[in-house]
């Protein structure tokens, strides 16, 4: 089996509760997503069709325990799916950061999900797969909300709410749009009195917004 594949390589996992430890990243090419603050265009199209065992023999040299399978969508190809149950296999902490439409029904229980729901800013807002949000595990799964404006973060409190997020997921992650005035967000997560995350992409900061491959 093989996957269509934009960039694997090793640098610090940037997002999450896991922000800051050395992680192997499988960016898998192609979405069908269009959020407006994407920063990651470059994987919409080309990439290289890479048999799952060369993917493996990469991810062998990197030497790394954890292992991030992100995108583009990592869950629009197909076997995805296979090839995570065939890193759980073989030992690794498998992170999947999904956009949130795709239903994670399939995806291997042994792997942690970093699931996108979309707000309005993001132009996607109605192609979340609502369902996702009832199959979080509060024992691993993360939710994330990349936050535009304030209308942005009153969406967020509504969906945190009436899914009781706070009980179902290990985090929810609130991440400002990188180079937006984040005050006034983080203030309003200050003042939330939710257990919320405030979330800056870490390795923005490090190499800079437009850098690939870290
Ligand atoms: S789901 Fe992710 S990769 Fe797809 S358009 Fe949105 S931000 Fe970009």
């Known amino acids: 089996m093989d996957l269509r594949i934009t960039e694997i390589f090793l640098?610090?996992?940037?997002?999450?509760?896991?922000?800051?430890?050395?992680?192997?990243?499988?960016?898998?090419?192609?979405?069908?997503?269009?959020?407006?603050?994407?920063?990651?265009?470059?994987?919409?199209?080309?990439?290289?069709?890479m048999p799952f065992e060369d993917i493996f023999a990469k991810l062998a040299e990197f030497a790394c325990g954890l292992v991030e399978v992100t995108g583009g969508e990592p869950l629009a190809q197909k076997s995805a799916f296979q090839f995570i149950t065939e890193l759980c296999d073989r030992g690794y902490e498998v992170l999947i950061e999904t956009g949130g439409f795709v239903s994670t029904e399939e995806v291997d229980p042994r792997a942690k999900l970093i699931l996108d729901v979309k707000c309005p800013a993001s132009g996607e807002a109605e192609r979340n797969h609502w369902p996702n949000l009832e199959r979080l595990r509060p024992e691993r799964d993360e939710v994330k909300f990349v936050i535009t404006d304030m209308a942005d973060w009153e969406f967020a409190r509504s969906v945190i709410e009436k899914y009781d997020l706070a009980t179902r997921a290990k985090e929810i992650l609130i991440s400002p749009v990188h180079g937006i005035d984040m005050r006034p967000l983080a203030e309003a997560v200050a003042n939330s009195s939710l257990p919320l995350r405030f979330n800056l992409q870490l390795h923005k900061y490090v190499w800079g917004a437009d850098a690939r491959g870290v």
């Open 11 to 49: 640098s610090i996992q940037g997002e999450s509760s896991h922000a800051g430890r050395p992680c192997s990243f499988v960016r898998l090419t192609g979405c069908p997503m269009r959020c407006v603050w994407c920063d990651s265009e470059y994987t919409f199209t080309g990439g290289e069709r």
